[in-house]
């Protein structure tokens, strides 16, 4: 037996079964591997990934079997002769032979290390960049909302914590770049904080007015206040060259404001210079700084065609009602149904004030659409969006060609389902200021609403280069590269969205959805099980449950979801019927979505679980019925 057993051990090496083997693991190993780095550069789908694997592995027994069979030589290939055959082949040929697949084994073997090597030091550097990002102090969390509005429909939700995965702005920092790190309060009041804040966001505004500056928005570098980091550090965080920071402090009618322009590389001073000013003389004292820092950076103002210099300014020079303004711009960054109330109050103020004041109505504009598009229904928010009607239309009369009143209208529309009235003032806004993220992402989700997904990816990328660390912006993302095809990168996306904001509203929901369109269900249960407690995780349950083995938990979570948010989410319930392929109760649910004037419905042409149902005559009715084209650029989910 010990004979039999040795006999055909050194067959197979004569055979070189054992080398052939060996150099087909490594090479399979080696071609998976360069399939999965080079597939979603082409946007090849996921599961071809799998099919090579599949293949690799298929192939394996295969190809050991015609080793032992066949063998190669001069004349050929042709079957293998018994080592004491007259036919079979000298030592030295068989020498030979083993030379030559030793020789293609160190080959493979050699590209392999360094394609390994390769990986581990991107690898590094992305681990590297990780840590850095853990740093970094965050702003606050994600926003109530209305179970019915999913994340994309109100571009307000920003928040950060650190950042990892697909990073947008993660290119060469353009020397005439800059952030404006939030002033420090030195009132000795915390209730002035506000003020504090407000003149570091105008000084955001003011420079973002220069041609080829690239200027960093209030979410991202606010949420280094206090930071302990290097300025190196934020620097490359935050993708900018230069650190803007300074203090302010408000006392018995005058103002006391210290600047300095960091070098962010090795934290060298390039300007710096004190202000001590009457109150009365706020306006002036901040030009002065814009300039300085502006001819500091050898920066111009812009000069596109079509675009005007954009100001938050009162045109009277009321100093009293800016400051109720600022406070009005604090509460609305906090996020929630509180703050937004407390916003209106503010910006209520500041036009009692100064009626005239056109970026205070436009701000009330926008407040309102959120109050009635995020926090109410019915009735009640139908008084909201008149009094955002309002507002916008009083802004756009005092000041035509002022962008936020342009974007207060357009965001108004949207939450209307006015499709071409929101993309004609998006598209506005951005022409007048096309230095503004948040006009282009505004675009982009009236875009992507019209069934244009390439050009949505497009407009929200732009806008994160100014606003790197905005969770919200890369669950959109996320989104809108699926509604595209590009699956890897949208996994990407929302992984780095869950990095920088963990308890960000929805983001596991999403994360549950691009495994249910993988048809993985044991990943779309687990990450619906992460998202926060609340009417999106109970969402994510059920859409997870619904491709899931347990039928009865799956009819349950669809029977809660009914009994819960019938009103609130009604869009959501018709998600569920789709993945049930339940096409009648689908529509049936779409159109108690219309009647709720539920906001999901702009989700519908980038929908990839609605989408496979677009060739179903009622689904070109619906479309119509809320005015939007029945076609789309969006990759369907076979």
């Not at 900018?240 to 300074?246: C, I, K, R, S, T």
Request: hydrophobic share 45%; with cysteine; proline share 4%.
């Amino acid at each position: 037996m010990a004979s039999d057993k040795s006999g055909f051990l050194e067959e197979l090496k004569r055979r070189h079964v054992w080398r052939v083997a060996i150099a087909y693991v490594v090479a399979g190993w080696l071609l998976v591997q360069i399939a999965t780095q080079v597939f979603p550069f082409f946007n090849i789908p996921d599961w071809a990934v799998r099919l090579v694997v599949l293949l690799i592995v298929i192939g394996f027994p295969i190809v050991v079997i015609c080793a032992w069979v066949y063998e190669l030589t001069p004349e050929g290939i042709r079957r293998t002769a018994a080592a004491d055959s007259p036919g079979a082949r000298s030592e030295h040929q068989s020498r030979e032979i083993g030379r030559k697949l030793n020789t293609l084994i160190i080959a493979v073997l050699v590209l392999a290390v360094a394609l390994l090597g390769w990986r581990l030091l991107v690898l590094r550097h992305a681990s590297n960049a990780a840590s850095l990002a853990a740093s970094a102090t965050s702003s606050p969390g994600g926003a109530q909302r209305n179970p019915g509005t999913t994340s994309h429909a109100t571009p307000d939700y920003a928040a950060g914590a650190a950042a990892s995965g697909l990073q947008v702005a993660a290119q060469s920092i353009p020397k005439k770049s800059v952030a404006v790190l939030p002033f420090a309060n030195e009132s000795g009041q915390k209730d002035q904080q506000y003020f504090s804040d407000g003149l570091s966001e105008d000084l955001i505004n003011a420079l973002s007015q220069f041609a080829g500056l690239k200027v960093i928005s209030r979410n991202s570098a606010f949420q280094f206040r206090d930071s302990n980091d290097s300025s190196a550090e934020i620097g490359k965080l935050l993708g900018v060259a230069h650190l803007l920071e300074g203090s302010v402090r408000r006392q018995n009618g005058e103002v006391r404001i210290s600047a300095q322009l960091v070098n962010a590389a090795d934290g060298t001073v390039l300007w710096s210079q004190q202000y001590d000013r009457s109150y009365k003389d706020l306006f002036a004292l901040q030009d002065a700084i814009t300039k300085a820092v502006a001819d500091a950076l050898e920066a111009k103002l812009l000069a596109a065609p079509g675009a005007v210099v954009q100001s938050d300014h009162p045109p009277s020079g009321n100093v009293d009602a800016y400051t109720a303004y600022l406070r009005g711009v604090t509460e609305y960054a906090h996020l929630n149904e509180a703050g937004t109330q407390q916003a209106i109050d503010a910006f209520q103020h500041a036009v009692a004030i100064d009626p005239h004041y056109a970026a205070v109505w436009a701000a009330l504009s926008r407040a309102w659409t959120r109050m009635g598009g995020v926090y109410q229904g019915g009735t009640a928010q139908q008084q909201a969006f008149a009094q955002a009607r309002r507002a916008s239309e009083r802004a756009l009369q005092l000041a035509p060609d002022l962008a936020a009143a342009h974007s207060a209208r357009s965001y108004l529309a949207h939450a209307e389902a006015d499709w071409s009235g929101a993309r004609a003032e998006a598209q506005r806004a951005l022409q007048l200021a096309p230095n503004d993220g948040d006009a282009k992402y505004l675009y982009g989700e009236v875009l992507v609403a019209l069934g244009q997904c390439g050009r949505a990816v497009d407009l929200v990328r732009q806008a994160l280069v100014t606003d790197p660390r905005n969770g919200n912006w890369y669950y959109v993302l996320s989104q809108y590269l699926a509604c595209d095809g590009r699956m890897a990168d949208a996994q990407r996306a929302i992984q780095t969205a869950i990095a920088l904001q963990p308890q960000g509203s929805a983001f596991h929901e999403w994360l549950a959805t691009l495994a249910i369109l993988r048809g993985d269900a044991k990943a779309a249960l687990a990450a619906a099980q992460q998202e926060p407690p609340g009417p999106w995780h109970d969402i994510a349950i059920a859409l997870a449950l619904q491709i899931g083995p347990d039928r009865a938990a799956a009819d349950a979570a669809l029977k809660k979801l009914i009994a819960q948010y019938a009103d609130l989410g009604s869009y959501q319930i018709a998600e569920v019927y789709a993945l049930r392929k339940d096409p009648d109760n689908m529509f049936k649910w779409l159109e108690r979505a219309r009647t709720n004037r539920d906001p999901g419905i702009s989700n519908l042409l980038y929908d990839r679980l609605m989408l496979p149902y677009r060739h179903d005559p009622r689904f070109a009715a619906f479309c119509k019925k809320i005015g939007l084209p029945a076609t789309t650029d969006a990759v369907v989910m076979k």
